[in-house]
């Protein structure tokens, strides 16, 4: 039988990786300008990027070449001369020991590919706290040496409050992946949007900062009505700012679910927890129950036959006085006379 096409469920979307959203952000030509201003100031005092090409990085390779999906490849002139940007995106939880020869292996495999210098960038915030060494050198005494050095930004060790201050919306987006406090982290998203409109960013830009800081900075309940709070008054001092209660509005919807979703496992566990009570509750009185029945069989057998109903019916504390009364019966007259007793 065919299946209705409506009734099929849409594929969630993929969440997006650490690589993805750099990637996104760092993909439009205006943020990657601003990211090289706020955090590599120095390549912008020769480098042009007022036309900038993305170049695919991908080689053929053996299947044990990693792919790398983490690197960006820019093409944009360096004094005057075609020149390449490689920004090496290392993600992992653990700072990887050889980060910087690998990124150097691929900043001269991308240029033997192109013919182009390239100058590698190396991007992290991996965990431990300890710094990505950024020089390479091998040095075998007078014979020969091999030299590498590159920019190595560690957002972990990073001080966020210079690029919340400023307006750089590029440097308030990636603010996500450093050390914010809880009202540090209302601020980056407040910031990213304001500073966006502000610049009158286009939509691609914009969301593609508003889903870094989105993603980095999950809010709970109180951060969220502090976000709304300082939306709306941003919203109303500048006209230009007007938009941002429509843009937060995703912020706080995802809140909602993480808060609906967070309720629904406490009231599971909650549940479950009730659950295992009452189950052991309800099997101590069942045992007691089992218990006191088998002793007034042993020693009554023809009153147990008649009585066993009785007993379903007592509650546990009225189950525990005819257990104690049972060892001081005589007979089998005793045992109903304790029910008809009431």
């Keep these: 039988m065919a299946t209705d096409p409506a009734a099929r469920s849409e594929p969630e979307a993929p969440v997006p990786t650490h690589d993805d959203l750099i990637k996104a952000l760092l993909s439009q030509p205006r943020l990657l ?8 100031p120095e390549v912008l005092e020769f480098a042009d990027f007022s036309e900038v090409e993305y170049l695919d990085k991908e080689h053929s390779r053996s299947g044990k070449r990693p792919r790398r999906v983490g690197d960006l490849l820019v093409k944009a002139k360096w004094r005057g001369r075609d020149a390449a940007f490689l920004i090496h995106l290392e993600s992992q939880a653990k700072a990887h020991r050889f980060a910087l020869e690998r990124v150097a292996e691929y900043a001269l495999r991308d240029s033997i590919r192109y013919g182009l210098p390239v100058m590698p960038v190396l991007l992290t ?66 910031q990213t949007l304001a500073e966006a409109l502000r610049q009158n960013l286009g939509d691609d830009e914009l969301e593609a900062a508003a889903a ?58 909650k549940g479950i927890e009730k659950g295992i009570e009452k189950g052991i509750e309800k099997g101590r009185a ?40 049972l060892l001081f019966f005589k007979t089998d007259a005793d045992c109903i006379a304790w029910f008809d007793r009431g």
Excluded at 149 to 163: T, W
Excluded at 172 to 187: I, K, T, Y
Excluded at 292 to 310: I, M, N
Aim: proline share 6%; glycine share 6%.
């Design 33 to 40: 300008i601003e990211f090289f201003r706020a955090f590599v």
């Design 125 to 190: 915030h991996a965990k431990p706290l300890r710094p990505q060494p950024s020089e390479l050198d091998w040095t075998f005494g007078e014979v020969a040496f091999i030299r590498a050095r590159c920019p190595v930004l560690h957002f972990r060790l990073m001080d966020p409050r210079p690029h919340l201050e400023g307006g750089n919306v590029a440097a308030l987006a990636l603010s996500s992946l450093m050390p914010l406090n809880s009202g540090q982290q209302v601020e980056a998203i407040a």
């Design 212 to 269: 870094f800081v989105r993603h980095y900075t999950p809010l709970d309940a109180d951060q969220l009505l502090q976000l709304r709070e300082r939306v709306r008054r941003l919203s109303e001092e500048n006209e230009f700012l007007s938009a941002m209660p429509t843009l937060v509005n995703p912020f706080v919807e995802i809140g909602k679910l993480e808060g609906l979703q967070e309720g629904i496992e406490k009231g599971i566990e």
């Design 286 to 325: 069942e045992g007691e129950r089992d218990l006191v029945l088998r002793q007034l069989k042993l020693r009554f057998p023809k009153a147990a036959a008649g009585l066993e109903s009785s007993l379903e019916a007592l509650d546990e504390e009225r189950l525990l006085a005819f257990g104690e009364a």
